[in-house]
């Protein structure tokens, strides 16, 4: 009996997330989306930009605020200064870089690389139920 409660509390857990989203600032308006189609967003000179799986968004505001609020996200990971992932985007670690489902590497923290690959470990396995 207990089982079936963590996987109805996870399931709800799973509902609940994907009604998540946030509202970004782009030159031409402001933009809602949903958290789950994030791929990652990251910061460069002075520039932010959100990668989805099909574009690339660039949008105004600090890169710290819009990353604070998605790391609200138990999904959401700060791998490499100014660059925060969606793991479920994540295929696996790579030496130094993380390969994502879009064919892409982002680079991981040389200096935090043990703490980054452990929060990955462990979203990971609790993802799947182990």
């Known amino acids: 009996m207990k089982a079936f409660y963590k996987a109805l509390d996870y399931f709800v857990e799973l509902l609940n997330l994907d009604k998540c ?4 600032k782009t030159s031409s308006g402001d ?3 949903l958290n789950k189609n994030i791929v990652y967003i990251e910061s460069s000179v002075r520039n932010l930009f959100f990668h989805f799986a099909s574009e690339v968004v660039q ?3 600090k890169y710290s605020d819009y990353s604070k ?3 609200e996200d138990h999904r959401f990971l700060e791998c490499y200064r100014n660059l925060t ?14 390969l994502l489902k879009t ?3 982002i680079p991981i ?5 043990a703490e980054v690959i452990e929060q990955y470990t462990t ?8």
């Open 31 to 33: 933009m809602f989306v």
């Open 109 to 113: 923290s040389r200096r935090r690389k």
């Open 123 to 130: 979203y990971f396995i609790n993802r799947r139920g182990f």
């Open 21 to 24: 989203g946030i509202t970004i």
């Open 69 to 71: 609020v998605l790391r």
């Open 59 to 61: 949008a105004s505001g």
């Open 103 to 105: 064919g892409e590497k």
């Open 85 to 98: 992932v969606n793991m479920d985007y994540i295929v696996k670690p790579i030496e130094n870089d993380f």
